[in-house]
């Protein structure tokens, strides 16, 4: 009876240490596979580097598509951007490959547009404040003087069931800029809700989530006095 017992033990112990191994090697792999998802378009952005690397000191857009889909050359011209959004990326890939995209440009601001692609996919909003806060440290820990313009999380369409969600995000961002001089929260969920409570459907391209001519005309005007004149 001791033995079957003893035996009964061990095995329970090599099944526990079976999951945690297993566990660790999910959670490894899929680290992997996130890392690897956005390689390519990394090392396609390190590449036109290489071809002809920026000037340094001007301003960087990073985010998910609505950075990338965003001609800065036509709605903010004159202005010496550079954008490396990269579709469907949240606020932890802009923090993940911030040595690789950001901070090597060594911008004297960084407007950021991520958040949006979080929610949607089950964080919480503590997770996309979290996100930025690391994302902030980071970019002031080597470029102190820096300014962070964050543009709110848009009220899309297409999202609508989770503007909740995005304006308790929005506001716990608007509480970190508050006792931060470098970051300035760039509010763009009222200027994007019409008389009805809505988004506005002018502002969006048929997929009712990313933004139309009208759409960035709008985000251009606000943020445009947040990065005109910035220089340190």
């Known amino acids: ?14 099944l526990a240490i079976t999951a945690s191994w297993l566990g660790l090697a999910i959670a490894k792999d899929e680290a992997a596979a996130k890392e690897n998802r956005w390689e390519k378009t990394i090392q396609g952005f390190e590449e036109l580097d290489r071809k002809a690397m920026p000037p340094k000191g001007g301003v960087l857009f990073v985010g998910s598509s609505s950075i990338r889909m965003w001609d800065l050359n036509k709605w903010l011209p004159k202005l010496e951007t550079l954008n ?7 606020v932890s890939d802009a923090v993940q490959f911030a040595d690789r995209i950001i901070l090597k440009h060594e911008p004297r601001a960084v407007a950021v547009y991520a958040g949006d692609n979080d929610l949607s996919r089950g964080k919480s909003p503590e ?28 009220p899309s369409i297409k999202r ?6 995005v304006r308790e995000a929005n506001q716990m961002i608007v509480d970190i800029a508050k006792k931060n001089e470098q970051i300035v929260f760039i509010d763009i969920d009222k200027p994007m809700i019409g008389e009805d409570g809505l988004p506005r459907k002018e502002l969006f391209i048929p997929d009712r989530l990313h933004l139309s001519d009208e759409g960035y005309e709008l985000w251009s005007t606000l943020v445009r006095p947040h990065i005109v004149g910035n220089s340190n």
């Open 84 to 90: 490396r959004g990269f579709g469907g990326s949240e």
């Open 160 to 165: 609508w069931k989770l503007i909740d969600k």
């Open 127 to 154: 997770q996309v404040r979290d996100d930025f806060k690391e994302l902030v440290s980071l970019i002031h820990g080597k470029l102190p003087k820096t300014k962070i313009v964050y543009i709110a999380i848009k």
């Open 1 to 14: 009876m001791l033995n079957c017992v003893i035996r009964m033990r061990c095995l329970l112990i090599g």
